[in-house]
């Protein structure tokens, strides 16, 4: 496991997003390990099931080692495009699992992914043929560890009445705070589960202008000021802070953004401005 809390997010490097080149993505991976990130987050959907390859094939050409990182993917989602599928659904058959890891590990042109996760819950998933699927792939050296995301605790408690659940990677920001209300983050610390948060900046830095957005702009520059620090130490610092020992999955290509990112991680502040942080979001004091 890697001792930087930072995953690096490629949804967007390939055709979802900034679409680098190879040369590009090469260049990304060396100085995502360079400044100590080395835990990269894929899933087979990406780029329409087309990232995962030019990852693959990037750092096959770059002066990076397989076994330098730690690979985390996903599967379970069967959209429309890339794929000839009537509807987006989901497909947990063992076959498809297994079939759908193969494929990431030829891909990414590697033998094992690290950390495998299930992309999200479907109302059909039979825990019990997972578990065999799952088990399957452990035995065969072709994964480390087996995760979910975006689950609730009762549907990974519905897993785990035949197999370990060791992380699930949830939606988590100063503007996305069900994890903390739903029992998510506090099924992650009595279980010992890793916790990965997607989208970790949220909304803060797009061009939506909601009222409660605002407020917690507001008070967060004010916050910024006052310590001195960029405003997305601050907002990635807030996750950081929760006891559950959230790892941020940071989906950023600048390299300056990352830097900056990374000084959350040695951040110190008091608790009462958490709280501070919290009133904003939440739009009220706290009960």
């Not at 058959?93 to 950390?115: F, G, H, M, P, W």
């Not at 990677?169 to 029992?183: K, R």
């Not at 001195?228 to 130490?233: A, I, M, P, R, S």
Request: contains cysteine.
């Amino acid at each position: 496991m890697s001792q930087n809390k930072i995953i690096a997010g490629t949804m967007t490097w390939g055709k979802w997003g900034k679409n680098l080149s190879q040369t590009e993505m090469s260049k990304r991976i060396e100085q995502w390990v360079e400044i100590g990130v080395n835990t990269f987050d894929h899933a087979d959907i990406y780029g329409d099931y087309t990232t995962e390859a030019a990852f693959g094939n990037a750092l096959k050409n770059s002066s990076v080692k397989a076994e330098q990182l730690e690979l985390i993917s996903k599967c379970g989602i069967q959209m429309t495009r890339g794929r000839n599928n009537k509807v987006k659904h989901y497909d947990y058959r063992a076959s498809y699992i297994i079939s759908s890891l193969e494929q990431s590990l030829k891909n990414l042109q590697v033998e094992c992914i690290d950390t495998f996760l299930l992309h999200r819950p479907s109302p059909l998933m039979k825990a019990e043929e997972i578990a065999k699927a799952i088990e399957q792939l452990k035995a065969q050296g072709k994964i480390k560890s087996f995760g979910v995301s975006n689950f609730l605790p009762h549907q990974i408690e519905l897993l785990e009445r035949y197999i370990p659940v060791e992380a699930n990677q949830i939606q988590f920001s100063v503007d996305h705070l069900d994890p903390m209300y739903n029992g998510v983050l506090d099924d992650c610390q009595l279980n010992g589960r890793e916790a990965m948060a997607w989208s970790p900046l949220g909304s803060y830095f797009k061009e939506e202008d909601a009222e409660s957005l605002n407020q917690i702009r507001k008070t967060i520059q004010e916050l910024s000021a006052a310590y001195d620090v960029k405003e997305e130490v601050l907002v990635i610092a807030f996750i950081l802070k929760h006891p559950a020992a959230v790892r941020p999955v940071v989906g950023t290509t600048d390299l300056n953004r990352l830097s900056i990112l990374k000084k959350a991680l040695s951040f110190e502040w008091p608790d009462e401005d958490w709280f501070v942080i919290l009133e904003s979001s939440v739009g009220r004091r706290v009960p």
